[in-house]
Nanobody
Framework: VQLQASGGGLVQAGDSLRLSCVVS????????RGWFRQAPGKEREFVAA????????YYANFVKGRFTISRDNAKNSVYLQMDSLKPEDTAVYYC????????????????WGQGTQVTVSS
């Protein structure tokens, strides 16, 4: 199983980015998809998750109203639309798959991508 994240970059505060993550390989107990992020010197933290068929979305408080998670199961992909970016959103963003419906807990995610860097300048 491989997860390939893309779409990161260097933007200014207030700009938007759309991250994509393509999952290849067969996953047993495939359920939710999630995005996490890790800033230098900080632990990896939950950003957003989406249930298997996209019915339910879960967000960290600090991104509610700014980020939108979506998925396209036909393309085996999950996306993160990030609007109104702030300098504090600067981090490496990781996509992951979970056997659970939707979890905030990184320990409940089974497969991880390599990460894509997002840098927001002020």
């Amino acid at each position: 199983v491989q997860l390939q994240a893309s779409g990161g970059g260097l933007v200014q505060a207030g700009d938007s980015l759309r991250l994509s993550c393509v999952v290849s390989g067969r996953i047993f107990h495939d359920n939710a998809r999630g995005w996490f992020r890790q800033a230098p010197g900080k632990e990896r933290e939950f950003v957003a998750a989406i249930s298997r068929y996209g019915v339910n979305q879960y967000y960290a408080n600090f991104v509610k109203g700014r980020f939108t998670i979506s998925r396209d199961n036909a393309k085996n992909s999950v996306y993160l639309q990030m609007d109104s970016l702030k300098p504090e959103d600067t981090a490496v963003y990781y996509c992951a798959t979970s056997r659970f419906t939707g979890s905030y807990n990184r320990d409940e995610y089974d497969y991880w991508g390599q990460g894509t860097q997002v840098t927001v300048s002020s």
